[in-house]
């Protein structure tokens, strides 16, 4: 008897060696061509005798013998694989390199890109079935994984980072708006710099603020700078020229752009922040352009941005640049020799001086690993919401944009919100841009008794270029500032980075600014429109009454 319990037992332990193996990860349709690189992951911990992947076609085992404890990769050609990944597979399905172990192929497993699925079996019982479209939206280069029992908790593409939500406390902020004091804050904060400073930026045309980072890199400072090598509109000659005088002074000037070696991580990388001595982040709303960072006194645009003192939140960034910068899409940005210059800009009277609290709670949101954080911020309000965006855009024409919807929902438990968009021509001008988005959000205020109201912001009684902004304010206690527009493609493809801000303080500072702005709007119209709308109409009118005019001078003419 005590032989068949011992037989027992072992067939048990043999049955569950492999319990729990599944796909927890596979990439259809990379970057390369001819996707040499698709590849899977499993997970579980075990001996992997018995299981196979299939697509229905074909398929392959491991070779007997083969265990897992954790993550296991298999490619269809190693070299490939490390080529797109800067690591070699566990496991390759095509004899590629001798450095890593083949599988043992039934028939020839070959994931297509649009439609296909995934079958593991464990001898002949079907363990996990994943098919797309059905499962899994199919899109280039992007890595399909499992989360919590969710396929495709966000969008992740090859190359990018999976960082998690963290939060530190005791910070110390420096609170700032552009166009009054962004640039006072911007330069103590590099000439603060004893060893390191670390520039991550999508557009960088201020000759100012270069001077300021040569003249740290000139005491001794390592300053790095990586921009988007390929932003709307393509690199200005501007930029060029602040590159080139970068480059003079020994420092190093990288971009981000897709390259024979790789595909860009992001679609754009659109973040707005740098990192000084391991110990301090500068993080806001805005490109270091002239507009964004004027001197003192100068017109701008409207933007936030926080200077931080903390050292875990500024290795959480220091992270996220190093992840940034290295990779095969990651090249030398070789400038100009032309001189930068600095335009014209009207004069502004200053309103807004620095604002400083300490003991801040501050949580990182760096799109796309935790932009879901903004939505958890606007859910979560409970008396009050102020938005200050540049623009909003709905998913399509039938999808509310998600931070939209949330706050339109917070309102209709009762939440007062306020919405204020820029009213430059070139958000104001097509069909469906910022009026037509007031418009519609005053609207459904309106039929629904909402605590809801949109404005547009008047630019010329606030003497401001334009509304740059992408922040939130909650409850009057807790406050976003980023880089995050509000549409489909920044909160989900590309690199933002922002922070969401904890203290009475700060949140007083931002409330004075929005008010500021908001009070120097007006009132919308019943639909919503404010001045550009309102001259539309008017120019509508005046046409009109053109000619009618003209009709009836030539009637009295025959």
Known sequence: MRRIAVAILLLCLLAGTAGGVRIVEFCPDPYQAGDPDEYLVIEGAGV??????????????????????GRLVIARSGPAFEQAHGYPPDFEIEER?????????NGNLLMANQA???????????????????????????????????????????????LL????????????????????????????AEHEILVNVYEFTDPTMAADLICAR????????????????????????????????GIVVLSMTTTDAAHAKYRYDHAKYLVIDGEAVLVGSENFKPGGYPAPGLQGNRGWGVSLENAGLAAYFREVFLLDAAGGDIVPFEGTATEPRTPWAPSYPVEFAPCRAEGARVTPVVSPDTS??????????????????????????????????????ASRRGVAVRVLLDAAWFNTEDDADNDEMAGMINRIAAAEGLPLEARLADLEANNLAKIHNKGVIVDGRTVLVSSINWNANSPAFNREAGVIIE???????????????????????????????????????CILAALTGLYLYRRRRT
């Open 372 to 409: 879901a954080l903004i939505l958890g911020l606007i859910e979560g309000a409970q008396e009050s919401i102020a938005i200050e965006q540049a623009y909003i855009t709905n998913e399509t024409a039938y999808d509310l944009n998600p931070y939209l919807a949330a706050a339109l929902n």
């Open 503 to 541: 203290h009475p303080d700060i949140a007083a500072y931002y409330t004075g600014v929005f008010e500021d702005d908001w009070d120097a709007s007006g009132e919308g119209g019943a639909n919503g429109t404010t001045g550009p709308d309102r001259l539309k109409i008017v120019a509508a009118a």
């Open 48 to 69: 992997l005798d018995g299981f196979v992947l299939s697509d229905g076609e074909g398929g392959y085992r491991f070779p007997p013998g083969t265990t897992i404890d």
């Open 116 to 162: 296909d699925e995934l079958l593991l079996y464990q001898g002949t019982t079907l363990v996990q079935q994943v098919a797309w479209p059905a499962d899994v939206r199919p899109r280039e280069g992007q890595i399909h994984y499992l989360e919590d029992e969710i396929w495709d908790p966000r969008p992740l593409s090859i190359g990018q980072s999976r």
């Open 97 to 105: 390199t001798l450095a890593v172990p083949d599988v043992i192929p």
């Open 165 to 192: 939500p963290a939060t530190f406390e005791g910070v110390a902020v420096k609170a700032f708006v552009a166009p009054d004091c962004s640039y006072e804050v911007f330069s103590e904060a590099v000439a603060s």
């Open 218 to 249: 000139e005491r001794g400072v390592t300053v790095t700078v990586l921009l988007e090598g390929g932003p709307v509109g393509g690199v200005s000659a501007e930029e060029r020229a602040i590159a080139g005088a970068l480059n003079r002074s």
